[in-house]
């Protein structure tokens, strides 16, 4: 077929377009935005604030140089860390002893305060190339959120 012909094949059928075509090879899956109980910012309430990240692929990913950010620009490097196929890490917003095994990981931000707003606010996840693989959204409301 021509390009023209699959484009049109795929909108008879109702297929998604190229710019959502894929899942992303890792992706947000779950956001605790807002750490349960007071926001008293010790280490365990910073550390109860986190967002999941999953491998969706079938074959380990090293997360090195790649970054999560907010919409205030607050702006976390990945260590050397290797996501699992279909296996989920978490990053915990306070300060921690990151590891990563076999069934999945977690990492630590590393802050003081908090990342991710109550109110809304936006996770982008970014690789090495700086292009912008996920994205999760979230207003305030029931959490964890899914993303
Ligand atoms: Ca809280
Ligand atoms: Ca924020």
Redesign the pocket.
């Known amino acids: 077929m021509t390009a023209l012909a699959v484009t049109t094949a795929a909108a008879v059928l109702g297929l998604a377009g190229p710019a959502d075509a894929a899942t992303p090879v890792v992706s947000f899956t779950r956001a605790q935005f807002d750490s349960p109980g007071t926001d008293n910012r010790t280490n365990a309430s910073l550390n109860a604030e986190w967002v999941r990240l999953t491998n969706n692929t079938t074959k380990a990913i090293q997360l090195k140089g790649w970054t999560v950010r907010?919409?205030?620009n607050?702006v976390y490097t990945f260590p050397a860390a290797t996501v699992p196929a279909k296996r989920s890490i978490y990053l915990h917003t306070g300060k921690g002893k990151a590891y990563t095994d076999s069934t999945g990981g977690h990492l630590f931000w590393g802050s003081g305060n908090?990342?991710?707003?109550n109110t809304g606010?936006t996770a982008y996840l970014r690789n090495t190339a700086a292009k912008t693989i996920d994205t999760c959204t979230w207003k305030s409301g029931t959490k964890p959120v899914n993303c």
């Open positions: 907010d919409v205030s607050h908090y990342i991710w707003n606010d």
